[in-house]
């Protein structure tokens, strides 16, 4: 199955920017609010961005591939 253009621009950009920004949004925040689980709960996002970075690279390259 493929995915549109407008698609992978939108995961692409969740991927590089908000799921980090929100990872350290909250690790800060529960520092400072004494939030639960920062740390479980920052690696839980951020285990989730991997995810979905490494789907994002084998969709890229089998797109790469099928110009090819």
Request: overall charge neutral; proline content about 4%.
């Amino acid at each position: 199955m493929k995915m549109s253009n407008k698609v992978y621009d939108v995961l692409k950009f969740i991927a590089q920017i908000v799921l980090p920004a929100l990872a350290t949004f909250y690790v800060t925040i529960a520092g400072l609010w004494n939030l639960p689980y920062p740390k479980e709960i920052s690696g839980t996002i951020m285990a989730i961005d991997t995810l979905l970075g490494a789907c994002l690279m084998i969709s890229s390259a089998n797109y790469n591939k099928d110009g090819e």
